[in-house]
């Protein structure tokens, strides 16, 4: 979090953008001085530019096996309270994955009922910790991991049941085959299943390569066939406050990503906050 700077703040918002989702990797939340958090909510807020996630580290937090389930647990509470103490808006966390390669990875454990079951129990832990911090802990969803369909996902929020513990909707993690071409149907679909769950969202697109094995390869806003028309209109019906957070795209792209999201706003009447128009927020 020590790299960021003015510079770089003033380029976030030459860019057309109102603030950034950034993971800090390298800032443990366990031993991360709250000076330093403190030194970037303070820059941040003087150069006008909105912290709207940071991330849980994407831990695992569907094992069985309980020491590793309660460290994980740990790591996320201090996630947010870090990033309360950074004047972030929320965090983004996925439920990590029984496969060791990678938290977004498939294993067939990450789809049993003892999987949801600890994502549950782990989110209800973690609850009280993102009340205190008055940070969203926003729960991203794929179709590789635990919460693999928006049915899935919505059964286990209304488990956990807290105001605080809500979805981070990205339009990308749920297309399957069935719907790549009709991204449309499959967005109203999400978005009626998960409802006020939903406070933030990831805008990527996706697509289908001609491979003769079937691969969907998500990427750059703008790249592909997602119905960015819906996504937007779908968000602002729930809050305009939310943010629209674009991902999937490399720096070089973000001037025409922008002017997507720009014109995407323009054409509904969607007012971007800070600019004009409404947020979208550069990743």
Request: one cysteine or more; a negative charge.
């Amino acid at each position: 979090m020590n790299d960021i700077d003015s510079a770089m703040c003033q380029r976030v918002r030459a860019l057309g953008f109102s603030g950034i989702f950034t993971r800090f990797r390298d800032n443990d939340p366990l031993t991360t001085p709250r000076a330093d958090a403190e030194r970037l909510k303070s820059l941040l807020s003087g150069e006008g530019v909105q912290l709207f996630q940071t991330t849980g580290y994407w831990q695992n937090l569907v094992t069985s096996d309980e020491a590793a389930r309660a460290q994980s647990v740990r790591v996320l509470q201090a996630a947010l309270k870090l990033a309360g103490w950074m004047g972030a808006r929320g965090i983004d966390t996925g439920p990590g994955s029984m496969n060791p390669a990678g938290p977004w990875f498939p294993h067939p454990d990450n789809w049993t009922a003892r999987a949801e079951a600890q994502l549950i129990r782990s989110l209800k832990e973690c609850a009280k910790a993102a009340e205190d911090a008055g940070v969203f802990l926003s729960l991203e969803s794929h179709s590789l991991v635990t919460p693999r369909t928006p049915e899935i996902a919505a059964r286990i929020l209304d488990a956990v049941d807290s105001p605080w513990v809500r979805c981070d909707y990205d339009s990308a993690n749920w297309i399957t085959l069935e719907t790549i071409y009709d991204t449309t149907a499959a967005l109203n679909h999400h978005f009626d299943v998960l409802g006020d769950h939903i406070c933030s969202a990831h805008a990527k697109d996706i697509w289908v390569e001609n491979r003769l094995a079937i691969h969907l390869q998500d990427g750059c806003p703008g790249k592909g066939l997602m119905d960015f028309e819906t996504l937007f209109t779908r968000l602002e019906g729930l809050d305009p406050d939310y943010p629209m957070i674009a991902e999937g795209n490399s720096t070089e792209e973000l001037p025409e990503v922008s002017a997507l999201f720009h014109a995407t706003a323009r054409k509904l009447g969607i007012r971007v906050l800070d600019t004009g128009e409404r947020a979208e927020i550069a990743k």
